[in-house]
Structure formats: C-alpha cells, structure tokens
C-alpha cells in the first residue's frame, strides 16, 4: 500500500509540530523516520495511523483519502515504544485481540483466528509461550508479540514508534535484524521512527531525516550519509567535524592561509567545511589544515584526536590509527578526503 | 502449616546450594535481610494487633463458646436474629453492588475528564468519610421521609423509601461510595493512553475498548472497592438507625439488635449476633481476597 503525505501541516494548541510535511511512501519499502527528541517524527507516523487529524493537508491510503477516516477504519499495525500489551490477556489473545473485535460480518471463525494467531506466534519465534501473560516476558519477547498483534489484523501499513527504544543493546541488534527478515518474508509497507541514526542506516530502504517540524533530507542509507544536503544532516547522520573556512581564489582558506583544498564552483565568502572524523589523510609537507592535539582518547580500534586550528580558536575531530604517536601538544596537518562546503547565510 | 514450611525449606535450601553448594540450609523464621530492626517492629506489631484487634476478637469467642453448640445455635437461629442478618447482609451486598457501578462511573468521570468544579466534587468525595455517620443518617432521613423534597416525589407513587430497607439501602451507599471511588481513581489514572490507542488501531470500537481491555484491568481495584465498601456497610450502624425504621423482621439491622440486647443486659445474645457477623463478613471477606490473589498473581499487578 503506497502512502502519500500531501502538505502536511499539525498544530497542538498553536504551536506547530509539523510545518507543510509531503512525503511519499512506496508500496512495500521499509522507511525510517529519523530526527531529535522534539523533531516531529513520532507526530508524523501518528497522523499516518489516525491518532492524530492534521491540522491542514491530507493523507492518502493509495488513491483513497484517508484524512478524515478513523483509526479503526485505516487498518494500520501500530506498534508502540513501551509495548502497550493487554496485560489481563494471555501471549494468544493478545494476538487474537485484532481478529476477535471485528465485526461478526467480517470476522473469522474461532478456529481460524486461534490458527493464525499460532502462525504469527510460529513467526515471531515465540511459540509455546501462547499460555503467557505479558509480564512474563522479557521486553524483547513483549516487543515481539506486539509486533505479532499488529500484524494478525493484516494491516496495510505497519507503524513502529521506536519499537526498540525500551531495549537494551544487545536485544536491540537482535531485533533489528530479525525485524528485517520479517519485512522481507511478509513485504508490508513498514514506516518506523527512531532517533538512532544507527538503526535507521542499518535498516531502513530510505531514511527520512526530520527536524524541528520539516524534512531535511529524504533517500537511501549510502546518499543521505554521503551527500548530505545540509549541515543539520551531516552533523546528526554519522560522525562529522566542522570548521568555518573563507572560499577565495577558487580555494579554501582558514586563517589567511590556503589549506589546499580546490573549490572552483563554491562561492566567494565565508563557509562552514564538513568532513567526517575518519575520512582525513596526514600529510607531510605542502598545503593543508595545521593543528595542536588538544586531547586525544582511544575509541575501539582507532584514536580520536582533538585538534586546535588557528590557534585554539576552533577545534576538530579526526581519526588517526590507534598506534599513531601523536602526544598532547604535538602539530599534526591533516586534508580531509571528502568534505563538503555549507555557505553561511548573511 | 507444615507444607508451607518445608516448601520454604526447599527454596531456601536451593538458593543456598547455589552459593555455597556446601552448606546445608535450616529452617529460620525470618529470612535473611539487610533491613534492620526486624525484632522490635515485628514485636510491636504483634503487640499492637493483639491489643487493637486479636485480644477483643478471643473474648468474643469465648464468651459466645461458653454457651455450647447448642445454645449458640438456639440464640443464633433466634428469627428476629436471622431477619436482621439478613437484612443487613443484603443491603450491604446491593449497596456495595451498587457503588461498584456507580462509584467506577464517579472515578471515571473525575480521572477522564477536565471541567469546571471537578476539584470541590474529588474533594467532596471524602466527606463520607469524615462526616459523623448519624448526622448523615438525619440529612437522609430528612430528604427521603415522605414529607422530604426526594421522599414526597416518590410518595405519590405508593414508593416509601425511608423507613424501609430501601432506605437503609441507599444509606449504605452513601457511607460506602468514598472506599469504591478512592480505590478505582488510583489505578484507573495508571492506565496508559496506549493501551487504548493500540486497541483502537486493532479496530476495536470504544465499547470494546472500555469492555474487553479497560474494565478488566481495573478489576482487582474493583474488588478491593467493593470488599471496604461492603465491610464498611456490614458494620454501619449510626447513619442507618435513624433511616431505617427499626421494624424487626423488616428493616432491624444486625448492629441495632447487638445494642438492643445490650440496653436489656442480654450480653449472651449480643455476642452470639456478634459472633455470627463476625463469621460470615471474614468468610466473604477470605473469597473476595482469594479471588484478588488469583487475579493480581495472574496479571502480575502490584495493587
């Protein structure tokens, strides 16, 4: 089911959420919608689901208007951060729940709906605990059976509001690639929202990136972490280092001297440079961006350097080999490999 | 007794095995715990409750066993006796059946919505509580005789509400509204909104929602509201004498009886209805607390 946002626009008590969001949703991709606390990605997926009217535009189910329908008549799979089980219902009528409220028109006979909730059970690797209560389970089983739930009313959205946020780490990877598979088994439309840049890169199809009530960037994984279009983006998507540099002559300057980076298309005037930590090569001799090392800790398998440019006026990370020697108040020149340049407004 | 030792025994003993593996594990009254002070506040409350409560419950006994089966029974089985049982027991019943409706709706309204005033009716809420239990006997007696502004509406109907059991009735009620609603608002304002949103994007409408996933989950509060609200009306005795009428065999509760008895230095008599009381109201009390641990262990509340 293709899901079309159409200028979008909410407001609580006057105070806007989401400023005039369009976004489309393919038939049966798995999409993230990534951002800050506060960036309107969990307002977004509510509107999509009917928990919430927008205050202006539409939002369409197909070709269908679904705007002014209810919650119950969009047929969509919520699942919610913290579970929100039925905690007097066993592990099986949770699951059934969906099936067993339709309509006596519409809905199955008794065998049937406790056939397919044992199926769904089968799939969510949970079976024989259909006797359970919910508090019974670990979060990540509890996760589960929502997700198995939401699934048994066949819905033609599925809905995830950071299902793994309660998770510990461990059970979160887990889930992460287990939820995967299930996307791929079953092809529902899956629209998920997260603010671990991780688990969106990792799993999504396409990655929304939100912030303060607007889409910043919309595509895959690899072209919203290598061409970022703003500085928001590159600085919240991976890890990401910035310095304000002058654009003259078609080449970067920082502090009156060429660093020896060519930008013939850039325009002249003051500029923010972004580069990732990791993406830098050390050189020798010849033009480049000069620092003192500030502080430098080891991260994993690398050593993360911070490094005083011009001065101690600005400061930037970088990634070296964990072996370098690199000691506190030594000079390290560095060019970054891939960058880009962000022009600073008036 | 035993059984429930020796299954002590055996958790202990296996939680030993796991630390020393050596060390056979002994039976102990009180398990091991870091809190300090256990002696002194475990003897004061044995203390206490024997003094408040365990000591007057015996002299109860006693003084009733001294009669022997049979003159127990003979008192007991007395009819004017087993009417104001009656009475007593059933109006506290459909009292408290009706606060459970009534009282879950109050709860509801107070935790759900937002309106003017909804702050002076929560506090309001308490003053059954509070309020000397005769003075609301007289307010109610005076509003429900058939000369009052609610009795004189009914009158013409041939419908008598004070002075019949339907008076003692709606007495109760009053006194046991307060132990329903103050039970039910707690757990009631606990329920997640997403429990009834994911119940929603299940298709479940909002009589299904209310039915089937939020009444449910309120029952063990409900339970424990009607439980006190039930005592509390069993042992009522100052409101309902003034509304009741007194008419043995019709509307005598069982508190007045006990007094009755007293005034005529029937000691004997006032234990033995005491005794019987005492009997049914824990037996009630024991089944409502049974079925409360089989729901709160079932769906693992922390009530």
């Keep these: 089911m293709e899901v079309r946002v159409a200028n979008v626009r909410k407001e609580f008590d006057r105070f806007p959420a989401l400023h005039d969001i369009s976004l489309d949703i393919r038939s049966g991709e798995l999409i993230a919608l990534l951002g800050p606390s506060g960036s309107g990605k969990t307002t977004l997926l509510r509107l999509i689901a009917g928990l919430e009217a927008p205050t202006e535009g539409a939002i369409y189910f197909g070709e269908e208007d679904a705007s002014y329908k209810s919650v119950q008549e969009r047929n969509v799979g919520f699942v919610f951060q913290h579970y929100a089980l039925f905690r007097h219902m066993t592990i099986l009528e949770n699951i059934s729940f969906g099936l067993k409220v339709r309509p006596s028109a519409t809905r199955p006979p008794k065998g049937e709906i406790r056939r397919r909730a044992l199926e769904l059970l089968d799939l969510v690797q949970l079976s024989g605990l259909e006797k359970r209560y919910p508090n019974q389970l670990s979060g990540g089983q509890r996760q589960r059976v929502a997700l198995a739930r939401a699934l048994a009313i066949e819905p033609r959205v599925l809905l995830l509001d950071e299902p793994f946020g309660a998770l510990d780490a461990q059970v979160r990877r887990e889930l992460r690639k287990w939820l995967r598979e299930i996307h791929d088994n079953t092809n529902h439309t899956t629209v998920f929202v997260t603010h671990d840049q991780e688990e969106a890169l990792e799993l999504a199809d396409r990655l929304v990136v939100m912030s303060q009530g607007m889409i910043e960037q919309v595509g895959s994984p690899d072209d919203v972490y290598d061409k970022p279009n703003s500085p928001f983006v590159f600085g919240f998507i991976g890890e990401s280092s910035y310095l304000p540099v002058e654009v003259e002559n078609k080449e970067l300057w920082v502090g009156g001297r060429a660093i020896g980076l060519p930008a013939p298309d850039e325009t002249t005037g003051a500029a923010l440079l972004y580069f990732r930590p990791h993406d830098v090569e050390l050189v020798e001799d010849g033009a480049a961006l000069a620092g003192v090392v500030a502080a430098s800790r080891r991260v994993g398998g690398t050593r993360r350097v911070e490094l005083e440019i011009g001065g101690g006026k600005e400061r930037v990370e970088i990634d070296l080999p964990f072996d370098h020697p690199a000691g506190e108040k030594s000079r390290i020149a560095f060019r970054p490999k891939r960058w880009r340049l962000f022009p600073v407004k008036g | ?303």
């Design chain 2, 1 to 303: 007794m035993a059984a429930f030792s020796t299954r002590f025994t055996f958790r202990r003993g296996n939680r030993r095995m796991v630390l020393t593996t050596r060390k056979r594990a002994r039976w102990r009254f009180r398990q091991p715990s870091v809190i300090p002070g256990f002696g002194l506040t475990f003897g004061f409350m044995i203390a206490y409750f024997s003094l408040i409560i365990l000591i007057p419950l015996i002299a109860l006994g006693i003084r009733s066993a001294g009669l022997g089966f049979d003159g127990f029974w003979r008192y007991a089985t007395d009819p004017r006796v087993l009417g104001a049982l009656r009475v007593s027991f059933s109006t506290a019943l459909i009292a408290a059946l009706v606060n459970v409706v009534f009282g879950t709706l109050l709860a509801w309204v107070l935790v759900r919505y937002r309106f003017p005033g909804r702050r002076i009716v929560d506090a309001i809420i308490d003053l059954p509580f509070a309020l000397p239990t005769a003075v609301a006997g007289i307010a109610l007696t005076a509003i429900y005789a058939p000369n009052g502004p609610i009795g004189a509406f009914f009158a013409p109907f041939g419908i008598r509400l004070a002075y019949t059991p339907a008076g003692i009735v709606i007495a109760l009620i009053f006194v046991g509204l307060p132990f329903m609603v103050r039970t039910v608002q707690p757990v009631l304002e606990e329920v997640q909104h997403e429990i009834e949103e994911a119940a929603a994007t299940l298709g479940a409408n909002r009589w299904q929602t209310v039915t089937r996933v939020l009444l449910p989950g309120l029952t063990p509060a409900i339970l424990t509201g009607f439980a006190l609200a039930f005592a509390r009306a069993v042992g009522e005795y100052g409101s309902v004498v003034f509304i009741a009428g007194n008419i043995p065999l019709v509307s005598e509760i069982a508190p007045l009886l006990i007094v009755i008895r007293l005034e005529e230095f029937n000691y004997v008599g006032a234990t033995v209805i005491a005794a019987v009381m005492l009997m049914i109201s824990f037996a009630l009390l024991f089944i409502i607390n049974l079925i409360q641990a089989w729901s709160r262990r079932r769906f693992g509340y922390a009530l």
